[in-house]
């Protein structure tokens, strides 16, 4: 005789505390849910707008400058710590944790234009309008002993950027020449020029640690590299470049901001036209700065906001601002890839989230899993139109709103103006010029 049981094993329904989710017991055969892709579809729109809702990107504002902020770095080894300059010499060590400044030096007379921290993490470097060069202990002294800089190099001009080597002691400077210099010694050890007035910027690449690029009064962006006894190209553009940032995980890329509001990603294998042209600013774009993985980057303009782009889409995924802020001179990535530093003219250091609307902190097992769930939905569904128009939604100022709208029609009035010069233009005459083309002036070698 066979006989047949039920049984229900407790383990399968019964909650081990109060506060447990009930056991819900569900069948996953795809004939029992006709109406998946639906559901799945209004979840990712559920996803998206409560995205939006917890969009909240300010973290602190770090008070403590009495002039506009100049030029912010990173610490090379601590994540905690970063240095700024300001217009009036002043500089200041934070601690970003306990949003506190460590340090208060007075480096320079004039605006501080530059600092870098050297490779080991044991002193950083800054430069000034008072023509000087000085290294600094990144350790505070004692109490009672006065604050000294270890070295101090007097300069023939003023320098307006400094960048370190990453693996060397050997760190190069700009200014009326591109120089590069000995810590040991109190004179270049190499200088390069190309019949340029002066230098705004200059950047040693973090990949290939040989190349230099530097962003050039007469419109142009110079290659150089350190092993040559003169510069390699030379690209020269419409408008002037503020300053450039080499990307950390693709040598030959870098993204130069310039002074026609958008900024232009370079392959320095093909330097005839920019890979692309990232639009949206409505004023100059000041600085630049990659994330660590070098998928992103951050800019800062003069529009009073800042901006993150993916490194190969024309169009920011993101941008911040705020009432108070004004114009923002430089901006930074943390090194975590969860934050971006930026300091504006207002004497203020913001800290943003790299990712507005990720939740700071420990996240529990089932929230990381509700959080990469949601995230996939998205992804599958960031093509239909309600989510994209939900996504792509971002609150701006009313002046820039009206600036974006005009540069819309001027845009618009100039793609018309060239249409009809095409469709009237003789068989055999000289093609008109691509949009990317149109940039670059010339490639000298």
Known sequence: MKVKVLCRNPDDYVRETTRDIQRVPRNYDPTLHPF??????????????LERVFAKPFVASLDGHRDGISCITKHAKSLSTIISGACDGEVKVWNLPRQECLRTVQAHEGFVRGICSRF????????GDDKTIKQWNWEAPGYGVREEPINTILGKAVFTGIDHHQREGTFVTC???????????SSPIRSFSWGVDSFSCVRYNPVETELLASCASDRSVVLYDTRESAPLRKV?????????CWNPMEAYYFTCANEDY???????RHLDVPVTVHMDHVSAV?????????????SASFDKTIRIFPKDKGHSREVYHTKRMQHVICVRWSADNKYVLSGSDEMNIRLWKANASEKLGLLSAREKAATHYNKKLIEKFQHHPQVRRIARHRHLPGDILKQKRELREMREAQRRKEQNVRKHSKPGSVPLLTEKEKHVVAVVE
């Open 36 to 49: 998946e892709v639906p559901r799945e579809y209004t979840r990712a729109l559920n996803a998206t707008k």
């Open 120 to 127: 080991c993490g044991t002193s950083f470097f800054t430069v």
């Open 175 to 185: 200014g009326q020449t591109v120089d590069i210099w000995d810590e040991q010694r």
């Open 236 to 244: 020269i553009m419409q408008l002037r470049s503020n300053t450039l």
């Open 262 to 268: 958008n900024l232009y990603t370079y392959d320095i």
């Open 286 to 298: 000041l600085d630049v700065d990659y994330s660590p993985t070098g998928r992103e980057f951050v």
